[in-house]
């Protein structure tokens, strides 16, 4: 078994939150929509890495323009050498610039998010009811109408 | 993410995710999510390949038009990790005979580190607790721990060691880039440098020493990947 299958299958059936349905927000056009980057990667700008321990539910700004980004998840089971090599295998932020000038979409947020995934129950009611509406009201107020959310 | 998903949604903006675990993915019933079978650390699939990731992009872009939420497909590639296979990077040879071998090591990596982080304009994984200059101060600390010293012995707590333990690997992670004329595939890196290294030795004797004296898990088990525990 690879070291991912591994961790697949100890992490794959740890509980998460269940609800009894299921929002869903419908758009116009992909073409016209503006498209924000939300990641659990736990990313920070350079000069602010500091690992993120695992009860934080909060979030960071990430500038559309920034690629003095950084991995600060505090787990080290998982590969890092990609993003060393080439941020966009995380957060494709030039890919989207790309998807923007060839018209596939309509355009970039201004800003994206980090927060840092593999939480607890506990900092999942945070997310909920908290850091995550706040992190809704940022994206809203650059107009952003699609979020594409990344992992680590 | 399935939370972040929701609330979203529940916002007014459309959401599609990315998935690594499918399981998980299954669990969380976000409106739309794409599962690629690629390695835990890349999302997107392939480093330095703006072509795949695109197409992995529109994939789960493709997904915003479907109505029969909550959906889940499947990236029709598959990548694996090669754990098991430590990418070919040469050592630099014992320089300084006053020094232990690990932080003569570093040194010696120094230059490939600088072109590395040359290479990314400046983007580096080191400085959580220490720069590059410090390095192999850290390393120092690490043999202590790797010799019996308890971690305030050797200046840490149970958070610093943590983060220097990332710096250090992130050092020679990045060294290793340098050193390679391709990016390796997923964690060949990690294992050349746990695997075959001075300083990832240490790292590694440090981990079990903490654990044989009773420390908690929760500071030995996270020093170095699950895959690269090893009895010494």
Redesign the interface.
């Known amino acids: 078994m690879?070291?991912?299958a591994?961790?697949?299958a100890r992490?794959?059936?740890?509980?998460?939150?269940?609800?009894l349905t299921?929002?869903?927000?419908?758009?116009g056009a992909?073409s016209a929509?503006r498209v924000a980057i939300?990641t659990?990667a736990g990313l920070r700008r350079?000069?602010d890495?500091?690992?993120w321990s695992r009860t934080d539910g909060s979030f960071t700004v990430l500038p559309g323009d920034a690629?003095?980004?950084?991995?600060?998840h505090?787990?080290?089971?998982?590969?890092?050498?990609?993003?060393?090599?080439?941020?966009?295998?995380?957060y494709?932020i030039?890919?989207?610039a790309?998807?923007a000038a060839a018209g596939?979409?309509g355009s970039v947020a201004n800003a994206h998010l980090s927060?840092m995934?593999a939480q607890t129950d506990a900092t999942?009611s945070t997310?909920?009811l908290d850091s995550?509406?706040a992190?809704?009201?940022v994206?809203?107020d650059d107009g952003?109408?699609?979020?594409?959310?990344?992992?680590? | 993410m399935g939370v972040l998903a929701r609330v979203f949604e529940q916002a007014g903006m459309a959401t599609v995710g990315l998935s690594l675990v499918r399981r998980q993915a299954e669990n969380i019933k976000a409106p739309r999510m794409l599962h690629g079978e690629f390695p835990l650390g890349r999302p997107l699939g392939r480093p330095g390949d703006p072509q795949f990731q695109t197409d992995v992009i529109r994939r789960a872009f493709a997904l915003l038009e479907r109505s029969d939420v909550p959906v889940l497909e499947d990236y029709p590639v598959v990548i694996e990790d090669e754990t098991e296979q430590p990418a070919a990077c040469p050592l630099p040879p014992r320089h300084d005979p006053n020094v232990h071998r690990a932080v003569d090591e570093a040194v010696g990596l120094r230059p490939a580190y600088n072109r590395q982080r040359l290479a990314a304009s400046g983007r580096t994984a080191v400085g959580r607790l220490a720069d590059a200059d410090g390095i192999a101060a850290l390393i120092e600390r690490f043999v202590t721990l790797a010799d019996g010293g308890d971690l305030s012995a050797a200046g840490f707590d149970a958070d610093s060691v943590l983060a220097a333990a990332q710096d250090v690997r992130g050092y020679y992670e990045e060294a290793a880039l340098a050193l390679s004329d391709h990016v390796p595939a997923a964690r060949q890196v990690e294992s050349w440098f746990y695997a075959t290294t001075q300083t990832g030795a240490v790292i590694c004797a440090a981990a079990n020493a903490l654990k044989a004296a009773g420390a908690s898990q929760d500071i030995w088990y996270f020093m170095l990947p699950a895959a690269q525990h090893r009895s010494t």
């Open positions: 690879s070291a991912d591994a961790i697949r992490i794959g059936d740890i509980p998460t939150p269940q609800f299921t929002p869903v927000t419908s758009i992909l929509a939300v659990t350079g000069g890495i500091d690992l690629r003095d980004v950084q991995l600060s505090f787990s080290p089971n998982f590969d890092r050498s990609g993003f060393a090599a080439d941020l966009n295998v995380v494709p030039d890919r989207l790309e998807m596939e979409i927060f995934g999942f997310i909920l995550g509406p992190a809704a009201r994206l809203l952003v109408d699609v979020v594409l959310l990344t992992p680590i």
